[in-house]
Antibody
Framework: EVQLLESGGGLVQPGGSLRLSCAASGFTFSSYAMSWVRQAPGKGLEWVSA????????YYADSVKGRFTISRDNSKNTLYLQMNSLRAEDTAVYYC???????????????WGQGTLVTVSS | QSALTQPRSVSGSPGQSVTISCTGT?????????VSWYQQHPGKAPKLMIY???KRPSGVPDRFSGSKSGNTASLTISGLQAEDEADYYCCSYAGSYTLVFGTGTKVTVL
């Protein structure tokens, strides 16, 4: 059974940093691209970033480019999102999500974690 | 990248059919057959209902179907049931290794 468990969310001041983690199990983690998708309170879904299975290719939405860094440790079956220079508009639940087909890059995800809430406020 | 346009809400009585539209451009919905639909109940993670425009993952009832014409994709729920009441989002590949989501539609079962 595919399981994705996010952690690392919390309250951070504007301009601060936070690192999110997503522990994966139930599939061959290194074979699948992974994404981060966020949802501001009461709002819709927004794709944030994606990374290839090897970690060699990364992709970002314009809204986070230059501030967020996606990475993965395939030996630990864990996905990360390093978030710097955080703004109030980054406040959201952050979900990690798995690509449906091994070997693909950015594709619409199949399985999602339960999310972790990031609140940027002074 | 602008969000895909969905109606804010749709409603129907149990047993009826409802259709949700998802309008984009030739750079996203119209340009690729990579449109997915997600169901999200309050406080829960999104669940994949349709992928590659019209394919259903195992376990998703065949009451859910997807299609696409030009720059608009559609999700139809036939034989509406109480548990179908949720928010629904479309998602499309948008080129240059990016994804774009729809604005979301609240489905109400009357």
């Amino acid at each position: 059974e595919v399981q994705l468990l996010e952690s690392g969310g919390g309250l951070v001041q504007p301009g601060g940093s936070l690192r999110l983690s997503c522990a994966a199990s139930g599939f061959t983690f290194s074979s699948y691209a992974m994404s981060w998708v966020r949802q501001a309170p009461g709002k819709g879904l927004e794709w944030v970033s994606a990374i290839s299975g090897s970690g060699g290719s990364t992709y970002y939405a314009d809204s986070v480019k230059g501030r967020f860094t996606i990475s993965r440790d395939n030996s630990k079956n864990t996905l990360y999102l390093q978030m710097n220079s955080l703004r109030a508009e980054d406040t959201a639940v952050y979900y990690c999500a798995k690509a449906p087909v091994p070997g693909t890059t950015v594709t619409t995800p199949d399985y999602w974690g339960q999310g972790t809430l990031v609140t940027v406020s002074s | 990248q602008s969000a895909l346009t969905q109606p804010r809400s749709v409603s129907g009585s149990p047993g009826q059919s409802v259709t949700i539209s998802c309008t984009g451009t030739s750079s996203d919905v119209g340009g690729y057959n990579y449109v997915s639909w997600y169901q999200q109940h309050p406080g829960k993670a999104p669940k994949l209902m349709i992928y590659d425009v019209s394919k259903r993952p195992s376990g998703v009832p065949d009451r859910f179907s997807g299609s696409k014409s030009g720059n608009t994709a559609s999700l139809t729920i036939s034989g509406l049931q109480a548990e179908d009441e949720a928010d629904y989002y479309c998602c499309s590949y948008a080129g240059s290794y990016t994804l774009v989501f729809g604005t979301g539609t609240k489905v109400t079962v009357l």
